[in-house]
Structures are given as structure tokens and as C-alpha cells.
């Protein structure tokens, strides 16, 4: 039996704001290879691992999440040259997204921790350090995020965040009501279908403000599934342009869980607080969104299911084509900072 004895010495840089230089060194390690028989002693030449660090000074809340991550990208981007931004910075520290995620008010509920102000949450203690991607990493996350969609089937209530030929994550969301109702916000009846059709991120609001769309008021507390009030997440949502058209569907997440899987939103797609989280990171602005209507899917093994036809008519395109251009026509002064799906739900 080889017993290997492997001895690496690795250097660390720790990064600072103002530091415009970084020192390289290379050591030749040893290794010792003893065999049954004899010792052998070789001199192998191995690679030195260098990384950057960037050392967390204070906790860091969920509530201090986006002002910490602005500061810290301007802050490794000054005498650089490429650009870090927050998605390459996170990607390349998949940890924080894990950590955003388990603050998630249903995970927490399952380890029997109530929390009533999500945004009070710890996220990232002193101490910690980011790995900062270097050039060439830069360079290939942010390939990735340009070959990297979403794909949501209305019909299934999936959510897919889709790079290059497979399929990344795949998360189950609500999606709108097969009605038209009245909503204050809008100031008159709308389509709250969720429509089909193809289009980008073009809006992304990391501070929004909620409002009940039913009766145009603003609210800082919702009630959960088991019926405990809590303070509102600080998620970012999503604004995507479908058809050329915005038509005040979000992508955000939704407070109630319950209604994953269902049509019972004013037309946004939500989904569960944790996969909002990880659907953020993958869908910067210009991210490519595809809505689609198909009632015809396989399962893992390749047989064909049919799904319930939730919005009856849209299964024919001429059909499909009329709802799009009339709720085209009834949106197009609608769109701006406001979500007209909403996210309160008494």
C-alpha cells in the first residue's frame, strides 16, 4: 500500500480597494513516495493554485444584501482591468446563493424557526472571504449567462432556467387566473392570463415597493399559508418584454406556496421565496425569456402526457394570437414600476 505525503503551499491575496499590484511566487514541492520495498524520493514540479480574496469586514443582513454588493463590485473593480458585476461575483461564489436561499420563511418553518422579518436575517458572518474570479473566469460565467434562458410552460406551472442544450434548475410557479378583472392599479379591467411569446429581461427592481393591485394600496406585511403575519421578503423581481409588449407580469416570488401550481395570479409567474433567489442570479437584464403554451410534454422516460388545458382556446394559435395583440392593445400605457400580478394574499 503507496502512502502519499502531499504538501501544497498556497498563496493567499487578500484584496483590498486601492491594491493595484499582486506578487506571484512558485515553489517546487516534494513529494515522498514510499513502496513496499524501498523509499523512493522524486522532486515533482506542481502547479501553484493562486486565488484573490476579498474579506467580508462586518456581518452582512439580508436587509444589507444589495447595498454590500454594489460597494463590494465598485470596490473590486477600481485598477482592474475587466469588470466583476454582481451576478459574475455571486455565480463564482455559489455559496451566497445558498445562503440567500435557506432564508426562504418554509425552509426555516421545517427546522422550527419562525422568523417574522425575513430581511433581519444573518446571511454572510465577518470573516468570510469571496473567491474573485480572475479574467478568464469573468470572461466564461458571463459567456454562460449569454447562452442561459428561462422557459416556462404555462400549462405545466414549470419554471426552467435553461444554458446552452441542459437544463440548469427547474422550479414549479403559479401562473395568471383564466379571467379579466378589475384591478385599481390598472384603473380598468385587464387580461390576467399569463400570455405566451418570447421576449427578454428588460427590467429588474432589487427595492420593490408592494402594492394590492386590487385596490392600488401599499403594504408592508403578508399572511403566510399557516396563517402567520410576517414582514415581506427583499427578493428582486423581474420585468420581462414579451411580443415587444410589457404587460405588467412579474417574476417574483410569492409568499404562499400553496398556490404554486395553480392559475390564481393577476398574470405574473411566482414562484417559492428560495428559487426566486436562484432565478435572479441567472437572469440578468437582456436575459432571453420564453413563455410557452404546450399541452403536450413527456415525462422522464419519454412518455407523452397531456396537461389540462387551463386557458381554453389557447391551444389554437389564431386564438392565442387574438388574446396577445387585445391584451397588447389594453397594456401597452400599463407597464412602469408596478407589478400588476401583486404579491399580498389575504
Known amino acids: 500500500m503507496k502512502k502519499i505525503l502531499l504538501a501544497v503551499s498556497i498563496l493567499i491575496i487578500l484584496s483590498t480597494c486601492r491594491s493595484s499590484e499582486k506578487k506571484h511566487e512558485q515553489e517546487e514541492e516534494s513529494l515522498l513516495i514510499q513502496s513496499d520495498s524501498q523509499n523512493i524520493e522524486k ?21 444589507d444584501y444589495h447595498k454590500w454588493i454594489a460597494e463590494t463590485t465598485i470596490c473590486l473593480n477600481e485598477n482592474r482591468n475587466y469588470e466583476i458585476d454582481e451576478y459574475i461575483l455571486v455565480l463564482n461564489n455559489s455559496w451566497i446563493i445558498d445562503s440567500l436561499r435557506n432564508t426562504d420563511y418554509y425552509y426555516l418553518k421545517e427546522l422550527g424557526i419562525i422568523s417574522k422579518d425575513p430581511t433581519a436575517i444573518r446571511l454572510i458572518e465577518a470573516g468570510h472571504q469571496l473567491i474573485v474570479p480572475d479574467s478568464a473566469t469573468t470572461a466564461k460565467i458571463r459567456l454562460d449567462l449569454e447562452n442561459t434562458y428561462l422557459d416556462v410552460n404555462i400549462p405545466e406551472f414549470i419554471l426552467r432556467i435553461k444554458q446552452y442544450d441542459s ?57 403566510r399559508d399557516d396563517n402567520v403575519v410576517t414582514g415581506l421578503p427583499n427578493i428582486p423581481w423581474m420585468e420581462p418584454e414579451i411580443n415587444g409588449v410589457r404587460y405588467g407580469h412579474l417574476i417574483h416570488p410569492t409568499t404562499n406556496i400553496a398556490t404554486l401550481g395553480k392559475p390564481v395570479s393577476n398574470g405574473c409567474i411566482g414562484l417559492r421565496e428560495s428559487d426566486a ?59 412602469g414600476d408596478k407589478c400588476y400580478c401583486g404579491i399580498h394574499e389575504d
Open 277 to 335: 433567489w436562484t432565478v435572479f442570479f441567472y437572469a440578468p437584464l437582456g436575459t432571453k425569456v420564453v413563455i410557452r403554451y404546450d399541452l403536450e410534454i413527456k415525462d422522464a422516460d419519454g412518455n407523452k402526457l397531456e396537461l389540462k388545458n387551463i386557458y381554453p382556446g389557447f391551444e389554437k394559435f389564431q386564438t392565442v394570437k387574438k388574446e396577445l395583440e387585445a391584451a397588447a392593445k389594453e397594456n401597452k400605457d400599463l407597464h
Open 167 to 223: 437544463t440548469l434548475f427547474e422550479f414549479p410557479v403559479r401562473v395568471g387566473k383564466n379571467d379579466r378583472g378589475y384591478l385599481a392599479m390598472a384603473k380598468r379591467n385587464i387580461n390576467l392570463r399569463t400570455m405566451p411569446g418570447t421576449g427578454t429581461i428588460v427590467r429588474i427592481n432589487r427595492n420593490p415597493t408592494f402594492i394590492n393591485p386590487r385596490d392600488n394600496k401599499t403594504y408592508k406585511v403578508t399572511r
Open 43 to 63: 522532486t515533482l514540479d506542481i502547479p501553484e493554485v493562486q486565488f484573490e480574496y476579498f474579506k467580508v469586514e462586518k456581518d452582512i443582513f439580508v436587509k
